[in-house]
C-alpha cells in the first residue's frame, strides 16, 4: 500500500467522526460498497397544532427525525414533545423565540439561549444540538453556544416549505433534491403546514422506495 493511498483511507474514515461532531450543513458521502442511504428529516418553528399530525404521518412511516423547537411553544406543549421523544424523535432547541441571535446583546444571547435549553431538558431530552435562527451565526454566537454546551446543526437541502408551496411540487422537491447524509429544512411551526403534512405523505414512501432510511441527525 502507498503513503498516498494509506492518508486517503485515514481522511475517509475521518469524514463520518467529523461531520458527526459539526454537522454544520455537512453531509457525510456514501461509503464505496454500502447500501445504507441515512436521511435526517429536521423541523424547525414548532411544537404547533401541525406537529400532532406530522408525528403521526412520520410514525406511519417508520421515521425518526430532529425537531428544533422553539421554547415558547414548547412551554405549551410539554405533552406533544414528549410523544416526540417516546416515538423515537430528538427534541432539540432552535432559540425561545426565533431572534436573530447575530443581532443581540450578549446578556439578551444568553437569554435566549439558557430559557429554551431549560425546556428542552424539561421534557426530558439531553440534546445539546441548536439550530440558530436563519442559519445566522458569528463568532460572538459560536463562542456563546460553547459557554451553554450547544453545537450548532444547519441544512444542505432546503425544499422550501417555508414559502407553502403547492404540495405535489414540495413533494416532488423533497425526492429530488434528497441524497444519503444530507440534512433537511422542514417546518412543523411558523404557520399553515398543511402543505408540508400533504407533501411528506406522498414523499415519504418515495424516498423509502429508494432505499432512504429515516433518522435523527447523527450525535443530537
Same mark, same amino acid.
Given at each position: ?6 492518508? #486517503?483511507?485515514?481522511? $475517509?474514515?475521518?469524514? !463520518?467522526?467529523?461531520?458527526? =461532531? *459539526? ?9 464505496? +460498497? ?8 429536521? @423541523?424547525?418553528?414548532? !411544537? ?9 404521518? /412520520?410514525?406511519?412511516?417508520?421515521? #425518526?427525525?430532529?425537531? @428544533? ?21 430528538? =427534541? ?20 435566549? /439561549? #439558557?430559557?429554551?435549553?431549560?425546556? *428542552?431538558?424539561?421534557? +426530558? ?7 440558530? !435562527?436563519?442559519?445566522? $451565526?458569528?463568532?460572538? *454566537? ?10 450548532? *446543526?444547519?441544512?444542505? =437541502? ?15 422537491? %423533497? ?7 444530507? =440534512?433537511?429544512? %422542514?417546518?412543523?411551526?411558523? +404557520? ?8 411528506? #405523505? $406522498?414523499? %415519504? !414512501?418515495? %424516498? ?5 432510511? @429515516? ?6
Amino acid at each position: 500500500m502507498t503513503k498516498t493511498t494509506s492518508w #486517503r483511507r485515514v481522511v $475517509t474514515g475521518l469524514i !463520518p467522526l467529523l461531520c458527526a =461532531v *459539526v454537522l454544520a450543513g455537512c453531509a457525510v458521502p456514501a461509503q464505496a +460498497g454500502s447500501d445504507t442511504k441515512p436521511l435526517y428529516l429536521t @423541523f424547525d418553528d414548532g !411544537p404547533s397544532n401541525a406537529t400532532d399530525e406530522i408525528l403521526t404521518v /412520520l410514525n406511519g412511516n417508520d421515521v #425518526r427525525a430532529t425537531f @428544533f423547537t422553539l421554547g415558547k411553544n414548547l412551554a405549551e406543549n410539554h405533552e406533544l414533545a414528549q410523544r416526540m421523544l417516546a416515538e423515537g424523535h430528538v =427534541v432539540a432547541t432552535h432559540t425561545w423565540n426565533h431572534r436573530n441571535l447575530t443581532k443581540l446583546s450578549p446578556a439578551e444571547l444568553d437569554s435566549q /439561549l #439558557r430559557r429554551s435549553v431549560n425546556e *428542552v431538558r424539561a421534557v +426530558g431530552s439531553d440534546s445539546d444540538c441548536i439550530r440558530p !435562527p436563519y442559519g445566522a $451565526t458569528n463568532d460572538a *454566537v459560536q463562542d456563546a453556544l460553547a459557554e451553554h454546551d450547544l453545537r450548532s *446543526v444547519l441544512w444542505n =437541502v432546503d425544499p422550501k416549505d417555508w414559502k407553502r408551496p403547492d404540495a405535489e411540487a414540495l413533494a416532488d422537491r %423533497l425526492v429530488e433534491t434528497a441524497y444519503p447524509r444530507a =440534512v433537511v429544512l %422542514l417546518h412543523d411551526g411558523g +404557520g399553515n403546514r398543511e402543505k408540508t403534512i400533504q407533501a411528506l #405523505r $406522498t414523499a %415519504l !414512501p418515495e %424516498l423509502r422506495a429508494k432505499g432512504y432510511e @429515516f433518522r435523527p441527525v447523527p450525535g443530537c
